[in-house]
């Protein structure tokens, strides 16, 4: 019946995911996205593989009063995709400048007795501080994640869609993961896949694959810029955009999501393209219009800070 209910919502193409972060550990945030924008008509959200991350969502959509309603997925991925990388300082290298800081959306560096540190349960892998760092002193490292031992309790914790990042210039790597879920999973299925690694051909003939083996709902997750940072322009959607075009050309699925790199321009862009999309995930661009309201402890508690918000959620629910 959920499985019917899925299918239902993804074949009204007007699918709206929110991306908590696959490597978004930060429980907090992750209660107060999902009972903001359930509340504002949102009801699909992507959280990390661990009991911990399901739980604080159906918290957050408990609250919404949507628990029933809204669906979640859960991401696992191969061990190089760039959504499971996070960033370290080394503090020998560090000259304490805090132009880093500054730059991360996630406010996962401060300044400790140390000097700069990185909170890995809120990074989210963007590199941002990697890239404002004129003294080589971020590096980054892959968070690993064993699809065989994450899945089952998780499947037993219960979810309605598993998503699997195959960002990854190895193919062997997608396919040892993709016989691991096989085993282990069935239901609906959301695979995550940009350009940067394969030509269109072979980003075609892996989906194409997996497709022919899947038995259940197959989603692909048509990915631009992965964590491009919200920038609310065209350009910053292009991308994701190109690529739901290619998995749209090649038929190989009615359920295309389109993300990174997306924003508010990313809908009208698809229109003006004519691609036959299932919907858009937003990640980066969600989390920062709200960042300063669901930061704030008391933010399911104080009703106007959770209305404040509530009208920029809706605005782009
Ligand atoms: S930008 Fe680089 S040097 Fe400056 S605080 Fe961050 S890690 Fe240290
Ligand atoms: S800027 Fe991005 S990569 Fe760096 S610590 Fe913040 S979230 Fe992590």
Redesign the pocket.
């Known amino acids: 019946m959920i499985r019917d209910n899925f299918k239902n919502f993804l074949d009204n193409k007007n699918c709206l995911k929110i991306i908590c972060g696959a490597g978004n550990k930060d429980l907090k945030e992750i209660t107060n996205l999902c009972a903001l924008y359930a509340t504002a008509g949102c009801r699909f959200f992507d959280v990390n593989a661990s009991l911990e991350a399901i739980k604080a969502a159906k918290d957050g959509l408990k609250f919404a009063g949507k628990e029933s309603e809204c669906f979640i997925c859960v991401s696992v991925g191969t061990n190089d995709d760039p959504h499971f990388v996070k960033c370290r ?3 020998e ?9 500054k ?1 991360c959306l996630q406010k996962a ?1 401060r ?1 400790s007795e140390n ?2 540190v990185v909170n890995e349960d809120k990074c989210v892998g963007c590199n941002k ?1 990697l890239k ?7 590096d980054t490292y892959c968070y690993k994640i064993s699809i065989s031992e994450v899945l089952p309790p998780l499947i037993n914790e219960g979810f309605d869609c598993l998503e699997y990042h195959i960002i990854t210039d190895d193919e062997n790597k997608i396919f040892e993961g993709w016989e691991t879920i096989k085993k282990l999973y069935k239901g609906p299925v959301s695979i995550c896949l940009d350009r940067s690694k394969f030509g269109n051909e072979k980003v075609e003939n892996c989906l194409k694959k997996m497709k022919d083996e899947w038995p259940d709902i197959f989603i692909v997750q048509a990915d631009g810029a992965p964590m491009s940072g919200g920038d609310d322009d065209f350009r910053t959607t292009l991308q994701a955009v190109a690529m739901a075009d290619i998995v749209d050309k090649a038929g190989i699925t009615p359920y295309i999501l389109i993300s990174g790199g997306t924003n508010s321009k990313t809908n009208e862009l698809s229109d003006l393209c004519d691609i036959d999309v299932t919907g858009v995930s937003l990640g980066s661009y969600a989390r920062k219009i709200v960042k300063e309201y669901i930061e704030d402890d008391n933010f399911l508690t104080d009703k106007c800070l959770f209305e404040r918000a509530l009208k920029i959620a809706k605005r782009i629910v």
């Open positions: 300082i080394n503090t290298k560090c000259i304490n400048c805090g132009e880093c800081e730059k560096i300044q000097g700069y501080c404002v760092c004129s003294h080589n002193a971020v």
